[in-house]
């Protein structure tokens, strides 16, 4: 995350508050970009396991509509047959 490197401490202790990380101001630059990837990186982190959460949700939602369509039509071809 080079972009990180054009801000000053201040701006990193800005940045750092922003993302919800308690201060310290004796921690140094680095210390500080070592915050910010890690506060970064367990938001990423959970935002990818929401959104795989999403998409297992919604494939499953879809293949219990699938197949309970599919036994209607079965159930529906059985009665056609029984006549």
Do not use: P, W, Y
Request: glycine letters at 4%; a negative charge.
């Amino acid at each position: 995350m080079s972009f990180l490197a054009k801000g000053r401490k201040k701006d990193l202790v800005t940045l750092a508050a922003e993302l919800g990380e308690k201060i310290d101001g004796d921690l140094r630059i680095l210390d500080f970009r070592e915050l910010i990837v890690k506060t970064i990186f367990i938001a990423v982190v959970e935002f990818v396991k929401i959104t795989l959460d999403n998409i297992i949700a919604e494939r499953s939602e879809k293949e219990s509509r699938e197949k309970a369509e599919e036994q209607n039509l079965a159930n529906a071809a059985e009665k056609i047959l029984r006549i």
